[in-house]
Nanobody, 112 residues
């Protein structure tokens, strides 16, 4: 059974950091491009970061570039999203997706 599980969300203040994890079971993340997405209340889901099949192929939403870093640990079958200097507007449910599969999401709340 293919499953993606996100973890690492939480509540932080502006300027702080969080690291999200996306762990797969039932398939190897190393074979796929993996995307991180987010959906804020009342807004559409948007792509935040993507790591291609080659780890050097990275892409970021302009508003997070320089603050967020996506990386893969194939040995742990996990993709990470390191989020630094978080801003209020980063508040959302964050999802990882691969090959049509989605996780359940993890809430990130940035508040003063």
């Amino acid at each position: 059974q293919v499953q993606l599980t996100e973890s690492g969300g939480g509540s932080v203040q502006p300027g702080q950091s969080l690291t999200l994890s996306c762990t797969a079971s039932g398939f190897s993340l190393a074979r796929y491009a993996i995307g991180w997405y987010r959906q804020a209340p009342g807004k559409e889901r948007e792509g935040v970061a993507c790591i291609g099949q080659r780890d050097r192929d990275l892409d970021y939403l302009p508003s997070v570039e320089g603050r967020f870093t996506v990386a893969r640990d194939s040995a742990k079958n996990t993709v990470y999203l390191q989020m630094d200097n978080l801003k209020l507007e980063d508040t959302a449910v964050y999802y990882c997706g691969a090959d049509g599969f989605w996780g359940q999401g993890t809430q990130v709340t940035v508040a003063s």
